[in-house]
RNA sequence: GCCCCGAUGGUGGAAUCGGUAGACACGCAGGACUUAAAAUCCUGUGACUGAUGAAGUCGUGCGGGUUCAAGUCCCGCUCGGGGUACCA
């Protein structure tokens, strides 16, 4: 029998279960590798052939690794929690934790049909209590912690209260990440109550509750981070987000933005990516200045107004100053006569939608509060401006106005007829602002003829000199909100007594999440948890009712495999001595601003707690492509569009179309691809890509495919129907979803593998497009033949010793495989076995010393098929165990190389020449050539560039 | 707008360090085997000139440049993809 796949995969399957061959286990004397797949969330739709890129690319080079000796940590697992299960669960009434198991044994199938080689043993699931008792125990952790940026790393919240005792809190202003309050001393804390001094920890804590500016979506009933608000409309299900203000917990990531920054410099991630999280990051060198209010103490603003500035050198180039409309001091800088005036505005930019304010963000609003600043240089009077285009998250809320230099305050000025004073010599700011930094400062007193640069460095000196203010870091990273007003996912540790936040002590964890009667708010608004029964502590104090969101889950699973099964650690010291940090990590690149800072954020924090020895933890990482659809077009005739075709191309009519049929105008006609004219008349519809081959429409089929096709008519061009085709995402509506078990059905897994690596390197995204899988199926089958008799299903591979040629052609492909693998160029490495197998079926070799390392090399692209090749060799193990074969150059070398001989860099001919020869004496043969003479036609060369093994060029 | 990445035959792509562009595969055309089909095998396949030969010219989005030599490096564009967006 010819390649039996079906039999061959489902018997190497379930003999790897059996035997399990991909166990790991934490003791070894090899050297360990640890490869990781960005865990799955199990969605309902089950996976398409995009989702295993990634994962087939890391099986590989798992594999791979295990063939080089390594200790291979490579398991999988399931991103449990999410929206789409909770959602589900709301409409009908069934448990998430139900659709979610089913999910997931959906996913696991699936991917075990693939054939990859994890270590189901230690698969975890972040639903599992046993799982999300450590998310919530490092929860804790975070809640007790705050960070001093002196030592550059997290420090238990009893240093924290022990100085607040000693000292108030004026040095930790400075030294501690800590939320804006108020300064006091010793004696103040020692006076102030349960309740205030747990407010003032607030501010420190890493893990915290505070009344944040929020992006609350009311369709989905919860507040989303930044990450998972994608254009104003919330990431999943893309509803409209709004503003608010609500107490929230929130993780003080950005305690830890420089160091997220720093750390990026270690890490072997792409270019790109480490540049988005750079971007996200957002570092901006400045500085903060204080500006007088004019009668500032009448107004009970006698501190002044602080604004951030990247720009100080363009200090005497302010012409008012702008406030966020949230800002704090709004109410006392207001005038009575501009009162209503300010409260309409507040009133009007509170109440717009992300989505409104980034559609309109050109849009110029604003309103003056009537009151005045005063230039810390020159006393002059600067009037104080509320607009939205001012944000309150970042720097102060506040800013001063450089409208000459600054496009957003230039606009604002233009609009409000407001001055436009330059200070930086260049451009034309009658036309638009001059930001370029390049050019000298005018008008600017003492900065005068400094170039920018240098103003910046003086003018920050000048300030920090005079007590204005003092040179500034900020950071485009926020607080990560951490509340999400949910069910489906990790309850908080968290009580309250008395309204104050307590965490649970270690032994009552993990808290389980509760049953409740339905997934939805209760009616007074309150989450989902408010519903349950006795959602309380034993003494009966309420337990907090948000949930954690679905980066909680994903930010420690990697420690987790370590030592998936412990029940006194998240991860056992001598595990995580073992395993350090992910060698590989796969996964797509949308995950860079979410999954993948927080991720980081939440590794440095344990490294700080010395829980784990690594301050990152994933030293290589691959963006997989995303791989799209490629639909199929029908063009169906529009008849009206049709008549109106006819009446301006009289002779233009279809054949087949009779005069009957344009009057009746009522049956489906389907007109061919490249029928002139088409375009005119036909509307596209998407058609199931399984009822077509090559773009050729199955017109039965077609027929079949829905009730009102049945009686559809084709105008076909030359006997067949040609559908267009466009390249879409892939999703269920346009019909182009290929399914993984379909491909493995018809063509087994070995070749799905093959193929998904073959189509294009690895990163990049590309069209699912099955057309060329017939050719690594080919490949599959002939190699196959090469080492089996299709009659008997018995090995014809021969002991004879193999040839020079084929001994050439064995160590240049295991050169090209493993430099290839090496450097995850898996297509060309799927060509070169491709090459390898033409040019041995030419020799008509079928010998074992040639095919059983080639059935090595095979084995992490192919592994079934090399399996059973190993097996039929009369090894008892499975190939997984065998030992990489090793390149050996003398096989391969050749004593004379083929130099391609150019004339002024236009290619002549070939000559060859042994490669002993020194560059002198090469020059000396093609020279003295019959051939060269033809060229030289009696010239002496000008010069002769000779690159052993490369090229000869004579420039005449 | 800003940042990053890309553009190579009919198609997916290869060319790893500046050195014979188009490997490998699909598709297409022709052929062998077959009653036929499937499967398999063989040949051809960048464009143009030439006779279908020999041979030659052009050719890696566009325009310049560096170099004996450029898909690869530099400058200026065009188009496409991704990220980000009042971040002061």
């Known amino acids: 029998m010819e390649y039996d796949f079906r039999k061959i995969e489902a018997y190497w399957q379930e003999y790897w279960q059996k035997n399990q061959t991909f166990k790991t286990d934490n003791h070894s004397d090899k050297p360990k590798f640890y490869v990781l797949d960005m865990f799955p969330y199990p969605s309902g739709a089950g996976l398409h052939v995009g989702h295993p890129l990634g994962y087939i690319a890391s099986d590989i080079f798992a594999r791979y690794k295990r063939l080089q000796g390594y200790n291979v940590l490579h398991p999988m697992g399931f991103d449990a929690y999410g929206l789409p299960a909770e959602q589900y669960a709301i409409q009908t009434g069934q448990h998430p934790a139900i659709t979610t198991r089913k999910n997931i044994e959906r996913y696991r199938r699936q991917l075990n049909l693939i054939g990859f080689s994890f270590d189901w043993d230690r698969e975890v699931q ?12 490092v929860f804790i952790r975070l809640f007790h912690s705050w960070y001093s940026k002196k030592e550059r790393k997290a420090m238990p919240d009893t240093i924290l209260t022990e100085r607040l005792e000693k000292e108030g809190n004026a040095s930790l202003l400075e030294e501690a990440a800590c939320s804006a309050h108020d300064v006091f001393s010793a004696q103040d804390w020692a006076a102030f109550d349960e309740k205030k001094r747990s407010e003032i920890l607030m501010n420190y804590r890493l893990a915290f509750l505070s009344d944040t500016m929020v992006n609350w979506c009311p369709k989905l009933g919860t507040v989303l981070a930044n990450d998972e608000v994608v254009n104003g409309l919330s990431e999943r299900g893309g509803y409209p987000v709004e503003r608010k203000l609500m107490k929230q917990w929130s993780l003080r990531i950005t305690a830890y933005a420089q160091r997220l920054l720093d750390g990026l410099e270690t890490l072997d991630w792409s270019d790109s990516l480490k540049e988005m999280q750079r971007n996200w990051i957002g570092r901006s060198v400045g500085a903060e200045v204080r500006f007088e209010i004019e009668n500032g103490a009448a107004k009970g603003l006698s501190e002044g107004l602080r604004i951030f500035t990247t720009r100080p050198d363009t200090l005497f180039g302010v012409s008012f100053m702008v406030l966020c409309p949230e800002h704090e001091n709004i109410a006392a800088l207001t005038t009575p006569e501009q009162k209503a005036e300010v409260e309409a505005y507040v009133h009007y930019a509170r109440n717009r939608t992300e989505r409104e304010r980034q559609a309109e963000v050109n849009k110029v609003s604003g309103v003056f509060t009537g009151s005045y600043a005063l230039h810390p240089f020159t006393g002059e009077k600067l009037p104080v401006w509320i607009s939205e285009y001012v944000l309150a998250g970042y720097g102060t809320g506040a800013i001063m106005a450089v409208a000459a230099h600054d496009s957003r305050d230039y606009r604002f000025a233009r609009h409000f007829n407001l001055p436009v004073r330059q200070v930086v010599a260049g451009g034309d700011i009658e036309k638009e602002a001059y930001e370029t930094k390049d050019g000298t400062l005018i008008n600017s007193r003492f900065l005068d003829g400094l170039c920018v640069k240098d103003a910046i460095a003086r003018m920050v000196q000048e300030i920090e000199a005079r007590g204005l203010g003092k040179a500034q870091i900020n950071y485009r990273l926020r607080d990560a909100i951490f509340s999400r007003q949910r069910y489906w996912g990790e309850p908080f540790p968290i009580y309250y007594k008395d309204g104050i936040p307590h965490t649970l002590s270690d032994d009552k964890l993990p808290l389980l999440l509760p049953e409740v009667d339905k997934y939805l708010p209760t009616e007074e608004g309150e989450p989902p948890l408010a519903r349950a029964k006795n959602w309380q502590t034993e003494d009966g104090f309420p337990l907090e009712t948000c949930t954690m969101p679905g980066f909680a889950g994903s930010s420690a699973y990697y420690l987790r495999y370590m030592d998936p099964h412990n029940n006194r650690a998240l991860v056992s010291e001598d595990a995580n001595k073992y395993w350090q940090q992910v060698d590989l990590y796969v996964g797509g690149a949308e995950h860079a601003t979410g999954h993948l800072i927080y991720s980081r954020f939440w590794n440095k924090f344990l490294f700080d707690l010395g829980l784990v020895c690594q301050d990152e933890p ?22 009206t569009a049709y008549k109106e075709f006819l009446e301006r191309n009289p002779q233009g009519g279809l054949p087949g179309i009779t005069a009957e049929m344009v009057r009746k105008a009522d049956k489906l006609l389907f007109v061919s691809k490249n029928i002139p004219g088409r375009e005119a008349f036909c509307d596209p519809v998407h058609v199931d890509i399984h009822l077509t081959d090559n773009d050729v429409l199955d017109t039965e089929a077609f027929r079949k495919w829905m009730p009102d096709l049945a009686g559809a008519g084709f105008i076909l061009e030359e006997g067949r129907y040609i559908c267009g085709a466009e390249v879409e995402k892939m999703s269920k509506s346009m019909y182009n979803v290929e399914n993984p078990d379909q491909i493995v059905e018809r063509y087994g897994a070995d070749t799905l593998r093959m193929y998904e690596m073959f189509l294009g390197p690895v990163e990049q995204s590309k069209p699912w497009d ?82 059983e390392p080639l059935a090595i090399l095979l084995s992490p692209y192919a592994p079934h098929i090399a399996e059973e090749i190993w097996r039929a060799l009369g090894h008892d193990q499975s190939i997984a165990y065998a030992t990489l074969p090793v390149y050996e150059e003398k096989y391969t070398v050749e004593n004379s190389f083929n130099y391609p001989v150019s004339f002024n860099g236009k290619m002549r001919f070939n000559m060859e020449l042994p490669i002993a020869l020194s560059p002198a004496e090469i020059e000396k043969a093609v020279l003295e050539s019959e051939q060269a003479a033809k060229w030289l036609e009696g010239k002496t060369p000008k010069k002769v560039i000779v690159v052993p093994k490369r090229i000869v060029n004579v420039v005449l």
């Open 770 to 851: 099955t057309k060329g899988i017939e050719g690594v199926f080919r490949f599959l089958k002939k190699f196959w033949r090469s080492c089996f008799d299709e009659e008997t299903d018995s090995c014809i591979l021969e002991e004879t010793e193999p040839s020079k040629e084929e001994l050439r052609i064995l160590h240049k492909t295991i050169k090209k495989i493993t430099d290839d693998t090496e450097r995850f160029s898996f297509n060309t490495a799927v060509s070169g076995f491709m090459i390898a197998l033409n040019e041995l079926s030419e020799l008509k070799c079928h010998k074992k010393a040639v095919f």
């Open 618 to 639: 994933y030293r290589k990482l691959v963006n997989q492509g995303m791989i799209q659809g490629r639909s199929n077009f029908a063009y169906r005739i529009n008849w």
């Open 126 to 137: 972040t639903c599992d209590p046993a799982y999300y008792h450590w998310t919530q125990w």
